[in-house]
């Protein structure tokens, strides 16, 4: 999950009792513009595929001055890691980036222009997916204006500041990123996940040069020890690479691969270390510190340990390389952090959740063998995000389920938080309404999900974390689904979350512990699984393509795979209205049963590391697109005039300062997507633009 390092070239600007902090020289950064209206504005603007929210910190106020400032250190430490995400997704994203935010800046052309307003919705594009490949689908973004019109844009903006390489001209600049940019043959996805082809060489990340799958596999074959109980994280914090012949792993920490950020990230670890909550809490942030500075991943397992442990400390952090799903081999891991303090009022509802963990793992319709026998802490909690970073921006999930090392989960336990106010703001932004309006059967459906969805939703989310991932055992003697399962461990144990929620959605327990008032909530999330499975998620995916996503490759194949299993009692019925396909679920209870059966399997499949089986579900239900449906589906959903997805402007934290003492933090949320972006670039750019 993280390193960091100490930073002696910081310059700090005291102005108007605040501080801001400017690396190196050029400009200052631009102050964010302060949001003036009273009603709070949650969607600021959409194009392309994307929209464009804002999120609130609901409560930041009211916290203590120290734990205001804690949370202000791990913001700092959150952001400092941001090109560590550009440069893992592409080699060349940070040149590219630097490249289109000159232009930005300083063009001096016509900038009302058609080809201008294409230029700035691609980079915007970019800035969205942290480099030139779409965050969702992992295909390069091809921009609408012509590459003569690139070339044009670089000449007519000043040459000196552009991101030159020695002796590199701007022609040369203009010649090596054309075809970068625009050949859709050459680096076409960042992650490809097709098992016929070499699957490293052919993802454009950076998380492996010059080696092959064959390789890389052979590596970690000799590398790994099967017979350890207690396995480090193998490959999560490096890149494999080819050193006169040999293969290496540079690793990403203070003194190597990216220890340029590494050490900002540190420096603010240090500051936050310093200002702990309490003793459990220092320590927590010092193992990671020092794990930045060794990329010892035993110190990561340590660290991951305690930070597991620690439920009291009410501000948290994730912070390190934790996302696994940029690597087609799921080894490497993407940066990211999560800041966040406790919302005590919402995180009662998951420690019903927590507290009866042992019932729910007694009563799984999985074989006795892979439940496990002491459930132990599975602690979950609601939160309220304060700061983001690395790949959760500007893009951030609805819950996370950490530490990923499977045998801490079973021996220490897994914590769970929900991201509250962030779920609160995708539903004001996407207008979620509208799009059940568009997928649902019926106006019963729709009124029950209006009534319910709210609920229905954190709560699913809830016991996806909670239950789901924190469920099951492997058979003894069984590897890792990452080493057994491969390319389809991520997608199956998503799988495996889902169905759990969904079993126990309608269960009476859910009443009886004061989860939901009634059974019809269980419907509404039933409702959506079907709806979302077969068609409301067809939207994020061009016509033509396959599903490539691990979650929705998952739904895709929950929904089909129920589908088909409950076929000769028609439990699932597509229906035709008004020439609009329709899937409407005709029997609760059997859908129920049937998700018990597809839970057991699945779990089956986790324990003992059936890859032939995982790979057969998989391909037959979760990967490929009826195209004729794809193409109704999109077509309805052009009409509603709704972004696939979202994406948010955070608000941004500032001290203020009395002589050298912070005295107080202060929230402001800016408006406009491009000044953040360029204010993120100006303050945090800390890596060179060739890694
Ligand atoms: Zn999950």
């Excluded at 800046?105 to 058609?114: A, C, F, I």
């Amino acid at each position: 999950m993280k390193q960091g390092a100490f930073v002696s070239i910081l310059i700090f600007v005291i102005a108007f009792g605040t501080i801001s902090l400017n690396c190196g020289k050029g400009e200052a950064p631009m102050a964010p513009k302060q949001d003036e209206a009273k009603e709070f504005k949650f969607l600021v603007e959409q194009f392309a595929d994307l929209a464009i929210g804002r999120f609130q910190i609901p409560g930041f106020e009211n916290l203590p001055l120290q734990q205001k400032k804690l949370l202000y250190y791990l913001y700092q430490a959150a952001l400092s890691g941001r090109d560590i995400t550009w440069d893992q997704d592409y080699r060349h994203n940070l040149k590219i980036r630097r490249t289109l935010e000159t232009i930005v800046k300083h063009y001096k052309g016509d900038r009302d222009s058609e080809n201008f307003k294409k230029f700035m919705i691609y980079t915007k594009r970019v800035w969205f997916s942290s480099g030139i490949h779409h965050h969702y689908s992992a295909d390069k973004i091809i921009p609408d204006f012509p590459k003569e019109y690139f070339s044009q844009l670089v000449k007519n903006s000043p040459d000196g500041l552009f991101p030159l390489a020695e002796g590199e001209t701007v022609e040369d600049l203009i010649a090596q990123l054309t075809p970068l940019i625009f050949d859709p043959t050459i680096d076409a996805k960042r992650v490809n996940l097709d098992p016929t082809v070499d699957m490293v060489t052919h993802s454009a990340n950076n998380f492996y040069k010059d080696v092959t799958q064959k390789e890389v596999e052979e590596f970690y074959k000799k590398t790994i020890n099967k017979d350890d109980p207690t396995p480090i994280s193998y490959g999560m914090n490096s890149r494999l690479e080819k050193k006169d012949g040999k293969l290496v792993e540079n690793v990403w920490k203070v003194g190597g691969m990216y220890s340029k950020a590494i050490e900002q990230i540190v420096y603010w670890l240090e500051k936050a270390a310093g200002a702990a909550e309490n003793d459990v809490q220092k320590n927590i942030l010092e193992l990671l510190i020092k794990f930045y500075q060794t990329g010892d991943l035993k110190t990561f397992d340590e660290y991951s340990i305690a930070w597991t442990k620690d439920t009291v400390s009410r501000i948290d952090a994730v912070n390190g390389f934790i996302e696994t799903y940029g690597d087609p081999l799921g080894f490497r891991a993407s940066y990211e952090s999560v800041v966040s303090f406790r919302d005590e009022e919402a995180t009662r509802r998951v420690e019903i959740l927590g507290r009866n963990a042992q019932w729910f793992e007694d009563h799984s319709p999985i074989q006795d063998e892979y439940k496990r026998k002491e459930v132990k802490g599975v602690s979950g909690k609601v939160i309220t995000v304060v700061g983001l970073g690395g790949v959760t921006s500007p893009n951030p999930p609805l819950g996370i389920n950490l530490p990923n090392a499977n045998w801490i989960r079973k021996v220490h336990g897994s914590k769970s938080v929900t991201l509250g106010n962030i779920s609160e703001a995708y539903d004001k932004v996407s207008e979620k309404a509208g799009l059940v309006d568009e997928y649902a059967y019926s106006q019963e459906e729709i009124d029950l999900n209006n009534k319910y969805g709210a609920l229905e939703d954190s709560l699913q989310t809830d016991m996806h974390e909670i239950i789901g991932h924190g469920s099951g055992q492997l058979k003894k003697g069984v590897a890792t689904p990452k080493e057994t399962l491969k390319n389809y461990s991520s997608i199956i144990e998503e799988n495996r979350a889902d169905l759990v929620a969904y079993y126990y959605f309608m269960d009476p327990k859910m009443v009886e512990l004061g989860l939901i008032p009634s059974l019809d909530v269980g419907k509404v999330s039933y409702n959506a699984a079907i709806r979302n499975g077969f068609l409301q998620q067809l939207r994020r995916i061009k016509l033509g393509d396959n599903i490539e996503q691990s979650h929705m490759r998952g739904r895709q194949l929950t929904a089909k795979w129920a589908f088909e299993l409950g076929k000769s009692e028609n439990v699932i019925e597509k229906k035709i209205k008004n020439n609009k396909t329709y899937f409407v679920i005709n029997d609760y209870q059997k859908l129920r049963a049937i998700f018990g059966k597809m839970l057991s399997e699945i779990q089956r499949i986790v324990s003992e590391g059936d890859y032939e089986a995982a790979k057969n579900l998989i391909e037959t239900y979760g990967v490929k697109v009826d195209y004729q449906l794809h193409k109704e589906v999109l077509e309805r959903f052009a009409k509603l005039g709704i972004a696939p997805y979202t994406g948010f402007i955070c608000p941004v934290l500032e001290p203020v300062m009395k002589g050298d003492e912070i005295v107080d933090v202060k929230v402001e949320y800016p408006m406009d997507f491009t000044e953040q972006m360029l204010f993120y670039s100006e303050k945090y750019s800390f890596l060179p633009t060739k890694n």
